[in-house]
């Protein structure tokens, strides 16, 4: 996630940092280099004049513009649903250390204490969904706050996350046996639980059901088809100043098509994905800080304005 002021002035334009700009960077230059050479032939493909009027160019832009703006909203769609998501698990996470800690009273003597146990997983829980989410291999976040004996059964399961909680609702239910939580608040927190389940399973719902490929391949190919066309009919009428034209045109065209494959799939590491190692960071900050501890790691800061 980019985070920083919105430009002004000269630097409106110059800023790359967070805009699309290096991604399209590439197809930007080699349409406006195409509407220069036809600039200089004014339109001459092999001694044969290529003639096209700005009339088809007006037809298919309108719809187009017109259907990236969609797509881009069902992707942004995608992008703020997930956003949601995880904010619904840093309030479940916080609202589980609180039920944990004070609804559940504290074991006899002889039985071990499974609270803190269990705060800690809330943290190992969204560690591991991350580690999932992105496809990740470095689960030491994870084990870090799961104890030894815990990890190896969790590492056995395709889904680390699920596996937690089912420890999770497992200590749940030894509390209850053990007479520390009366029935109705222990159906509290496991509302809590199914809660923070659900979230897990939209997450994996957004990461596994993309944008139907048929339909981004249409807009990708109709919009190159435009850029690269659009000089032809552009030539007669701008003259010289047809790579000038081109290049804003091509540019909103091309930024619009990125901008939409970039934040359509927002569990990744792009600069405009959500941060998901800065949101694990702050929720287990707030769960180490709600059992007492005060070695804390410190919250994650965006480096080059972007927040991972």
């Known amino acids: 996630m980019i985070l920083r002021e919105r430009p002004s002035g000269l630097k409106l334009f110059l800023l790359l940092r967070g805009s699309i700009m290096p991604r399209i960077s590439r197809v930007l230059l080699f349409n406006i280099a195409l509407a220069t050479a036809v600039t200089f032939t004014h339109g001459m493909l092999f001694q044969f004049k ?92 994870v084990q870090a706050m799961l104890e030894p004996g815990e990890w190896v059964t969790v590492a056995a399961s395709r889904s680390r996350h699920a596996a937690i909680m089912m420890h999770m609702g497992a200590d749940l239910a030894a509390c209850r046996r053990q007479g520390q939580i009366e029935g109705p608040l222990a159906a509290q927190i496991d509302d809590t639980l199914s809660a923070m389940t ?87 900050i707030q769960m180490l800080e709600s059992l007492g501890e005060t070695a804390l790691p410190p919250p994650l800061l965006p480096v080059d304005y972007c927040l991972l």
């Open 198 to 284: 659900g979230a897990a399973a939209s997450c994996e719902r957004i990461l596994g059901t993309p944008v139907p490929f048929s339909y981004t391949l249409l807009l990708h190919r109709t919009a190159y088809i435009y850029c690269f066309l659009l000089p032809f009919g552009l030539v007669d009428t701008t003259g010289v100043l047809t790579p000038l034209v081109v290049g804003v045109v091509a540019y909103t065209f091309f930024g619009l098509d990125a901008l939409g494959d970039e934040i359509e799939e927002p569990f990744g590491t792009e600069p405009n994905d959500l941060p998901l190692d800065a949101l694990c960071r702050a929720i287990e």
């Open 50 to 141: 290529v003639t096209l009027t700005a009339i088809p160019f007006t037809l298919i832009g309108l719809p187009l513009a017109i259907f990236l703006g969609f797509r881009n909203t069902a992707a942004y769609d995608r992008y703020w649903e997930a956003r949601k998501l995880w904010g619904e698990l840093v309030l479940c996470s916080r609202n589980l250390a609180r039920q944990c800690l004070h609804l559940i009273d504290a074991p006899a003597a002889g039985h071990a204490d499974l609270r803190p146990r269990m705060v800690r997983r809330t943290a190992a829980f969204c560690h591991a969904l991350r580690v999932q989410l992105r496809a990740s291999s470095d689960t030491s976040l």
